[in-house]
């Protein structure tokens, strides 16, 4: 059985605060499972996963969903922004960011003092849109696949 080394991951850090953009808690698994096997179908959680804590998601002008994510917990302790999914014809326009933003303040709203989120090194648009919420990097590392 042959591994794939990977080695272009980065993590990145924040010390939750209050942000300013709304957000709209989502709890309908059916609901977010449909979006994200249709527009990000290899997001690492889904629905059903143990270490979801809560869903967020954005909505644009029409009310559509236009953004997901999850704040999960792993058994380290450490609190993840996990699933981050953008409507496949609503990127590009901070809908992703925005979603981040309020999962941020709804973190600190429920006490969590810090967050962390895993990206690729290659997604320089995430990357910056973390960056500006406040995410910031802590340190990069490899992985393996089958």
């Known amino acids: 059985v042959g591994f794939t080394f990977h080695d272009n991951w980065e993590t990145h850090a924040i010390e939750v605060t209050s942000q300013s953009y709304a957000i709209e808690p989502i709890d309908d ?74 999962l941020v303040g709804l973190s600190y709203d429920r006490g969590i003092e810090r967050l962390h989120l895993v990206v690729l090194s290659s997604n320089a648009a995430a990357i910056k849109a973390y960056s500006r919420i406040g995410f910031h990097l802590i340190g990069k590392f490899a992985s393996y696949s089958k």
């Open 29 to 102: 698994d059916n609901v977010i499972l449909e979006f994200l096997n249709t527009h990000a179908p290899t997001s690492s959680a889904k629905p059903g996963n143990p270490e979801i804590q809560f869903w967020g998601c954005v909505r644009n002008d029409e009310g559509e969903i236009a953004a997901i994510a999850a704040i999960t917990q792993w058994e380290s302790g450490e609190y993840m922004l996990s699933s981050v999914a953008t409507h496949t014809n609503m990127r590009g326009q901070g809908f992703a960011q925005k979603v981040c933003a309020g």
